[in-house]
């Protein structure tokens, strides 16, 4: 088998970033940070510590993201870079204790900001 063909699911993977909107990759970055937190969380409940170190390293790379795309034109921009920041930290402090409580408060933290952005982008369509 060529190993340079991509598998269905991958090249449908790869499509769907090349061609989203920047308000379906915002929402696509936060999708993917909710389940490299849940990993991480149910790795470190499991005690598979090199798991829940790769999921929180990957979230912190997904955060980093956020964080280099802001548009600094706007206010709310430096709040949201901070907000960022502080989880990031979150994340890293996680890493270190292996600790699942300050994993679950980034997630929910993550899914609530996820979905406000959620609204915020159906809002605009229907504006």
Partial sequence: MN???????NQYRMTSVQTANPE???LMLYDGLVVC?????????EKKMDQAHTSLI?????ITE??????????ISENLYKLY??????????????DAEIIDQV???TSDLRQTWAQAVDQTKGS
């Fill in 3 to 9: 190993a340079n063909r991509m598998n269905p699911y």
């Fill in 24 to 26: 379906k990759l915002l």
């Fill in 37 to 45: 937190l849940k990993q991480a969380k149910q790795a470190v409940e």
């Fill in 58 to 62: 990957q979230g912190q790379d997904i």
């Fill in 66 to 75: 956020l964080m280099n795309t802001l548009n600094m034109d706007y206010d």
């Fill in 85 to 98: 920041d502080y989880q990031r930290q979150q994340l890293i402090e996680a890493n270190i204790k292996k």
């Fill in 107 to 109: 997630l929910t933290f």
